[in-house]
């Protein structure tokens, strides 16, 4: 059985970071593209960051240079370190598995995040 479990969110104010991790279970983590999702409320999902097998980064252009993805293989878990966290980054983050042949996704049940003084 798959399974993907974030941690890590919470409260924290303006200016702020927060580290969220995704624990992946059930598959070979190395056979994934990983990525970071989140939707706030009344909006649509969006791709926040996402890293391949060969760890090639993409981010969206309102986390660039804020955001960091990485995985760690040998411990089957996904990070996203963000800091200068702003409030429009208030939002539930999931985490998301492709597999890089089947295209299969795997997700997460989400964990909120919320930037507020």
């Known amino acids: 059985q798959v399974q993907l479990v974030e941690s890590g969110g919470g409260l924290v104010q303006p200016g702020g970071s927060l580290r969220v991790s995704c624990a992946a279970s059930?598959?070979?983590?190395?056979?994934?593209?990983m990525g970071w999702y989140r939707q706030a409320p009344g909006k649509q999902r969006e791709l926040v960051a996402e890293?391949?097998?060969?760890?090639?980064?993409n981010y969206a252009d309102s986390v660039k240079g804020r955001f960091t993805i990485s995985r760690d293989n040998t411990k089957n878990m996904v990070y996203l370190q963000m800091n200068s966290l702003k409030p429009e980054d208030t939002a539930v983050y999931s985490c998301?598995?492709?597999?890089?042949?089947?295209?299969?996704?795997?997700w997460g049940q989400g964990i909120q995040v919320t930037v507020s003084s």
């Open positions: 890293i391949a097998t060969w760890n090639s980064t």
């Open positions: 059930g598959i070979i983590l190395s056979r994934y593209f």
């Open positions: 998301n598995a492709q597999h890089i042949a089947t295209m299969r996704r795997y």
